[in-house]
Every structure is written in structure tokens, then in C-alpha cells.
């Protein structure tokens, strides 16, 4: 249900701001032939059709104002439209045929870059600029980028004054979205008090459907408008934020016992020493739940879960170096022990000659010995 209502007050501000912005002020000037203005290109040297104008390979042609613009005066000129060239804008003064009477403005001077689309608001000020004695204009002209050029399928599609300034038009745009701006920072409350994702996600609802509305406008290039949208936008990134953090905080919270697996598993293959066996078993443990992880994060685009599993694999290959350690380790203390044993058996086989040489000495001088009594005992005898 709040959802739901969130989605009508978005949709009831869209409409608002489709009816409310500029209404009051912008006058649109019909793109018909009784409206092109005198002093230029007739209406028959131009192509009206479906509610635009186009222009190619003349000058300059006008179009009459709904009202004349008084020498001093200043008024925003909102155009529409495409050009396959460079062009220029300016009032007209009602006095003296194609006698300007305001500055003039220049396309590729104010970001246009031919051929292309454009959207424009243009402030040009009433004032005397050709020197002919006017008083007021009572039509705004499009004329091509120099006094010997001509426009190239220039196109309008659509033409609107606004008789005040530059100043006032903006401030009058940000005033009307700041409807928008209260929904936004309302989202965003909303998001921080949000106890379910739900509730998360009804805010960014909210959140983004102002953004869009302000970013409509922002092309028009007011910076006021533009800050509105900045901030606009970075609520509904907070809010985003906001929805990946609880979401990867849960998802997190799932594979906590498979990092935890791993952790000990290295542990316990640092401790096992040259216990080959165990630091293989610790490395399978480690390795599955590794893999486990990895398929969480292949399923998730969270990064915090993207960056869990890459620390598990660097663990699982820390593991697998403490296997190599532990392999030579034990092949180390194999190659001692056989090496003890071979000098023991060696000292063993040495004691063995020992007692051996030991024993026929005895032998022999036992029988040395006898011999030299029988000798003796013989010559007694005699």
C-alpha cells in the first residue's frame, strides 16, 4: 500500500510539472505561415508542415512576437529544433525592416555543434543596435552564421518567449522543482527509517521518479537547476546504497561460515607442520568452501561479496603454499632420519668389526698363550 501511494505522488507531481513549469510565463508562437514575420524571408521561400518551420539556402526569415519588447527590455527566447549549419539569433526592430534591435546569440558560440539537435533558452535585450532611431522590436530572427552565408535545413520545431530575464526564468524553474527536491530528501528519510527492503525499495521509487522530473529541465543548462539535480541524483545513490548494503550485509551473513572455514583451515595448516596429510585435508576444506563462495558471488553482484572471495582465494593460495613448506619439510626430516639411520647401522656394523677383531685377538693370544705353556710344560719334563 505505501508503495502504491509513493507511486501516485510521483505520478501527480510528473503531471504537475508537465502543466505547472513555464506555463505561466512561456508563450508559444505559432510555426505558421501568418506569423512569419516581414523584412525577411517570405513564408512561401520557407517549408511549414507539422508544426515546424524549415529554412534552407536563405538567410534570414522571422517569426512576429505576441508581444513588441520595449528598447530596454529584456526577454528569453526558448527554441527547438535541428540545423545541418551554424546560425544566429536576434530580435528584429518594429521600426526599419531587419533592423536588429538586441544582442545577438550564436549557436556554435553557446555549446551547438552542426549538424545536430538543439534545445535553447536565449536571453536577448531590447536595445538600439543598428542605431535606426527604434523603439521596439516585434520579431525575433534566424539568420545564418555570417552576412554572406546561408542557413543549411535549419528546422524549428518549436518557439516560446518568456518576457522577463535570464535570472527570473531560473529562479522561477528552481522554485517549481522544489516539489521535486522535498520528494527526494522525503525518499531519503524515508530509506534511512526503513526497517525491510521494501520499504528501501518504495523510497527509491519515490527518489528516482524526482530525479527524472529535475533532469528534464536540467538540460536547459541553470545551474541552480543543475545543483537540484546533482543532489537529486545523489540521494537516490544513497538510497541504492542503502538497499546493496542491507542486501549484502544478508548474503554476507549466509557464506560468514564458509570464510570462517577457510580461516581455519589455514590455521590448522600452519600448525600441522610436515603433517602432509593434514595440511591436504585443510586445503580441500578450504578450497571447497572457497568455491562455494566464488558461485555466491558470480550470483551477486555485490562487491563486498565480490571482494570476500577474492581474499579467499588469496587464502586458499597461502594454503597451498604452506602445503609445498609442509612436503618439504617432511621430505626434509625423511632425508635426516634416513640419513641417522644410515650412521647408526654403519656405527652399529663398525662395533660389529670391533668386536669381531677383538674377540680373534683374544682368541689368538689365548692360543698363543697355550702354546707357550705347552712349550713350557714340555721342557720341565725334561
Known sequence: ???????????????SMTTLVFAADEIEIPLAAENVGAGAAKAEELTI???????????????????????????VIHIKGSSEGDFRTWLLAAEGTQST???????SDNGFTAPGEFEKYIELTAEDFDSVGA???????????????????????????????????????????????????????????????AGRQAALTDAQAAADAIAEKATLGFPSVNDLLKAANDNVKT????????????????????????????????GAGSDVAAVEAALADAQAACDY??????????????????ELKLTVREIESVLEDSKKQKADEEAAAAKKAAEEEAAAKRRTTTIIIVVVV??????????????LKKKKKK
Do not use: C, H
Not at 500500500?1 to 503531471?15: E, G, H, N, S, V
Not at 535545413?153 to 517549481?176: D, H, K, P, R, W
Not at 566464488?294 to 563486498?304: H, I, K, P, R, T
Open 135 to 197: 523603439t521596439e522590436a516585434d520579431a525575433v530572427s534566424f539568420k545564418a552564421p555570417s552576412y554572406d552565408a546561408q542557413l543549411e535545413n535549419f528546422t524549428l520545431t518549436y518557439l516560446g518567449v518568456i518576457y522577463a530575464s535570464m535570472s527570473e526564468v531560473e529562479g522561477n524553474a528552481a522554485e517549481e522543482l522544489q516539489p521535486f527536491m522535498d520528494q527526494s530528501n522525503a525518499a531519503l528519510e524515508a530509506a534511512n527509517a526503513a526497517t525491510d527492503d
Open 239 to 270: 538510497i541504492n546504497n542503502l538497499i546493496t548494503s542491507a542486501a549484502s550485509a544478508a548474503v554476507m551473513e549466509s557464506i560468514q561460515s564458509y570464510i570462517d572455514t577457510v580461516n581455519t583451515a589455514l590455521e590448522t595448516a600452519k
Open 49 to 75: 508542415a507539422d508544426g515546424s518551420i524549415t529554412a534552407n539556402a536563405i538567410g534570414i526569415f522571422a517569426l512576429n512576437l505576441p508581444e513588441r519588447v520595449p528598447l530596454g527590455d529584456t526577454v
Open 101 to 107: 534591435f538586441s544582442n545577438q546569440w550564436k549557436a
Open 362 to 375: 683374544v682368541v689368538v693370544v689365548v692360543v698363543v698363550v697355550a702354546v707357550i705353556l705347552g712349550v
Open 293 to 310: 563462495v566464488e558461485g555466491v558471488a558470480n550470483e551477486n553482484d555485490y562487491d563486498s561479496i565480490t571482494a570476500a572471495s577474492r
Open 1 to 15: 500500500m505505501k508503495r502504491i501511494i509513493a507511486l501516485i505522488l510521483a505520478l501527480t507531481l510528473a503531471l
